[in-house]
């Protein structure tokens, strides 16, 4: 009895193994072409040089619909809400030089110097017109805080 029950088990796992390599051909087969087709690259902006070398970063980057914009910070001494304020205006523009609006952004990071911050620069960026469904945000307070001497910086993530 015991060796008809381990022959038994030993069918069922492969036939379960058989049905699931079954099930990942169908699903291959299922998918569109169109996924497996190369997305261009591409910057929406023209890309600005440093008078030597190669440019170190892009303003911000077109893959199929997708932008991707480089961090922005504000390099004058002033408030987390001007600073906030000159920031995500500065990101509005960057969009709408793309070709998008704040209105389609989809993930947004904020990086605070200080994290006591935290709701002044929240009042603030209330006060943009995010649409319906506003983005997704992740806000953190590295611990060596933002480059150049800005209280804030703000990367984004939209579709054109």
Known sequence: MKQSRRNMLKGMGKSAAVAAAGATVVAQAAAPAAALEPVEKRSPYPVLKPQTGKPMYSRGVAYGNMLFLSGVGYHQPDTIEVHTQKVLEE?????????????????VNVYLNDLKDYDRMNAVYRSFDWGDVPPVRTTVAPAAGIPGNSLIEIDMIAYI
Do not use: F
């Not at 990101?91 to 993930?107: F, I, T």
């Open 91 to 107: 990101l509005k523009k960057n969009l709408e030089d793309a070709g998008s609006s704040m209105q389609k952004v989809l993930k």
